[in-house]
């Protein structure tokens, strides 16, 4: 257990080390101040478990074992808030772009979609012609000509949108692996009664289910909002 509490040691002395990175690297005097505080909350709150780690390892109790439990949680709480608050776009250190390969999936998209716009162009200035002269039957043959190419764009456009957004796959891949969480959870529910006791209780299970629902929920909603409008987000929220 004190192979584990150093582990945790080292890495949370990394995470802190990066936080007070991110803070002599921005400009903004709150988000500063947030970093440093983060780190010394991060860092303060390892200091409590090793303690309490070091204290279950000489003696290990029930009591000090829960004790080691209660003290886990400021920590996993720390890290969270932490990692929330550095996920937000201003503190992307480089704006993120569309590949290559992203604009080649784009291309059936765009053009689909300037082929809708030069097509309703057309529309119009032929129907001005028609005002103007009705009866030119070489006038309706081309409004009828342009009303079916627009038509056919708008399916081409469709098509192109379902099967080349970007981070469709991404998303696809996404919804795969929470089929599969979901199918786990499914299970551990019809097992619970035959599985051993753990040692950890109810609230800690609780709490932690509460914790991974709130980083999901917030995650979808950066996905949804993404998905509107900021295309080239969407990969980088779900991998």
Same mark, same amino acid.
């Not at 204290?55 to 290990?60: A, E, G, P, T, V």
């Not at 043959?141 to 399916?155: C, P, Y």
């Given at each position: ?123 119009? /200035?032929?129907? !001005?012609? &028609?005002?103007?002269?009705? $009866? +030119?039957?070489?006038?309706? #043959? @081309? ?8 038509? /056919?764009?708008? !399916?081409? &456009?469709?098509?192109?949108? $379902? +099967?080349?957004?970007?981070? #469709? @796959? ?70």
């Amino acid at each position: 257990i004190l192979t584990l509490a150093a582990t945790i040691a080292k890495n949370t002395s990394a995470l802190c080390n990066v936080a007070r990175e991110a803070s002599s690297n921005t400009n903004n005097p709150m988000a500063r101040r947030h970093f440093v505080q983060s780190a010394k909350d991060v860092a303060n709150a390892t200091a409590e478990l090793v303690r309490t780690i070091k204290i279950l390892d000489s003696s290990y109790t029930a009591e000090n074992h829960r004790h080691c439990i209660d003290t886990s949680r400021p920590l996993v709480q720390a890290i969270d808030e932490l990692y929330t608050y550095a996920m937000l776009k201003e503190f992307a250190s480089i704006p993120p772009t569309i590949s290559s390969a992203g604009r080649q999936l784009q291309e059936p998209i765009l053009l689909a979609a300037r082929n809708v716009v030069d097509g309703a162009c057309r529309i119009i /200035e032929c129907s !001005k012609a &028609l005002i103007v002269n009705s $009866k +030119e039957a070489s006038l309706w #043959q @081309q409004l009828a000509t342009h009303t079916k190419s627009v038509s /056919e764009a708008i !399916k081409r &456009l469709a098509t192109s949108v $379902k +099967e080349m957004t970007p981070g #469709q @796959q991404e998303c696809e891949r996404a919804v795969d692996e929470l089929r599969k969480l979901f199918q786990e959870v499914d299970k551990a529910i019809i097992n619970v009664d035959s599985l051993r006791k753990a040692d950890k209780s109810l609230q800690f299970h609780q709490e932690q289910i509460s914790s991974s629902s709130h980083f999901l929920t917030e995650l979808i909603n950066n996905i949804r909002q993404s998905s509107r409008c900021e295309p080239e987000w969407i990969s980088s929220y779900v991998s």
